[in-house]
C-alpha cells in the first residue's frame, strides 16, 4: 500500500531489527504480551495503592483488542506501561518481541485529549513526531497529507485546531500517531470528549482507519458496545486492583455497521459484558448507544 508505506528507510533506524528479547513464549506473530504485570502508586501520604495485578495478556499482530472496565480500575495504566511512560511495576511487558524499556517507534499513542499545539497548523502538528524522531521532513509533509486523507481531514491541513470540531481533532491526532508508521496504535478513551454520535462516526471510522492502514489496535474504553462494535477480542477487567477477569471473542462479521446494535449476538454480548462488570462491583457507564 503506497499510502502507508514504511518510512524506516527514510529514518534508518529500524530499532525493531536489533535482536529480539522474548519475555516468555510468545508466537511470532503476537504484537504485545503483558505477563503478571502488578503496578502500585504511592499516594501523597505515601500510601501505597495497588492499581493492577497479575494482568496477563496477549494481542496478535493484526488484531484489534479492547480493554473494558469501570473507572479507576488501571485501564491507564496498562497502556502507559505498554507505551513505556510507567515504570516501577513487577512482571514483564514485551511489544514487537522487545522487552519494553521505554517509548520505542514500534508503538503510536492517542490520547482522550488530542493536544493539539494551538499554534500549529494541522499538517505542523501532524509532522511534529517527525521532528523528534528526526525523519526527513519532505517524506513526512508528504505522508502527513496521505493520512490527513485517510482519516477524513484532506482540506484541513492549514487549518489551526481551534478551527475543527471535536471528533476532527481526534482525526488528526490520530495521523500524529501514525506519522512514524508505527506497527501497534494504543488508543486511550479517543473518543470520550464527544458527544454520542459523533463517537458512533469515530468508531465506524476508527474500524475502516484501522483495516486500511493494517495496524494492531489496542483501545482502553469504559464504553461497552464500543469495545463490541470495534473489536476482535475483548478484555473485561475489574474494579481496582485491576485484573483480566474474561477474555471475550467478538466473531462479528466485518465491515460492521452501526446497525449492529440490532443485532442478537451484539446485544447478548454487550449485556454479557455489564453482568461481568456488575459482578465485580465497577459502575460502567451503560447507556443505550454505549
Ligand atoms: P483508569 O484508566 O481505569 O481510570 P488509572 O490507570 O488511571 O485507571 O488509575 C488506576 C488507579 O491508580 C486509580 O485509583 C488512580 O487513582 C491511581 N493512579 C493512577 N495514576 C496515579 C499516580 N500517578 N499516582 C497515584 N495514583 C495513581
Ligand atoms: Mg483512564
Not at 520505542?104 to 523528534?132: H, S
Not at 513526512?140 to 478551527?163: D, H, I, N, T, Y
Request: glycine content about 10%; overall charge positive.
Amino acid at each position: 500500500m503506497t499510502m502507508l508505506r514504511r518510512l524506516s528507510d527514510e529514518r534508518g533506524t529500524p530499532s525493531r531489527d536489533a535482536g529480539p528479547t522474548l519475555v516468555s513464549p510468545a508466537s511470532p506473530g503476537t504484537a504485545i504480551t503483558a505477563r503478571n504485570l502488578s503496578k502500585a502508586y504511592a499516594t501523597n501520604a505515601g500510601e501505597p495503592i495497588q492499581a493492577l495485578t497479575q494482568v496477563n495478556f496477549d494481542v496478535a499482530v493484526g488484531e484489534f483488542v479492547s480493554i473494558v472496565g469501570p473507572s479507576g480500575c488501571g485501564k491507564t495504566t496498562v497502556l502507559r506501561i505498554l507505551a513505556g511512560l510507567v515504570g516501577g511495576y513487577s512482571g514483564s511487558v514485551s511489544v514487537g518481541g522487545q522487552v519494553v524499556h521505554g517509548p520505542t517507534p514500534e508503538i503510536g499513542v492517542v490520547f482522550q485529549d488530542a493536544n493539539l499545539m494551538p499554534w500549529r497548523t494541522v499538517l505542523a502538528n501532524v509532522t511534529l513526531p517527525g521532528q523528534v524522531l528526526r525523519l526527513d521532513p519532505k517524506a513526512c509533509k508528504e505522508r502527513a497529507r496521505q493520512l490527513l486523507a485517510l482519516v477524513g481531514l484532506a482540506g484541513f491541513e492549514m487549518k489551526l485546531p481551534g478551527e475543527l470540531s471535536g471528533g476532527m481533532r481526534q482525526r488528526a491526532a490520530i495521523a500524529r500517531a501514525l506519522l512514524h508508521d508505527p506497527r501497534i496504535l494504543l488508543l486511550d478513551e479517543p473518543f470520550g470528549a464527544l458527544d454520542a454520535m459523533t463517537r458512533d462516526n469515530m468508531n465506524v471510522e476508527l474500524a475502516r482507519i484501522a483495516a486500511q492502514a493494517g495496524k494492531t489496535v489496542f483501545l482502553i474504553t469504559h464504553s461497552i458496545a464500543e469495545s463490541v462494535f470495534l473489536s476482535d477480542r475483548v478484555l473485561v477487567m475489574s474494579s481496582r486492583p485491576g485484573r483480566i477477569i474474561e477474555e471475550i471473542a467478538i466473531d462479528l462479521p466485518r465491515p460492521r455497521s452501526l446497525d449492529i446494535v440490532a443485532d442478537p449476538q451484539f446485544a447478548s454480548t454487550v449485556l454479557h459484558i455489564r453482568r461481568l462488570l456488575e459482578d465485580t462491583g465497577g459502575s460502567p457507564r451503560v447507556t443505550l448507544a454505549h
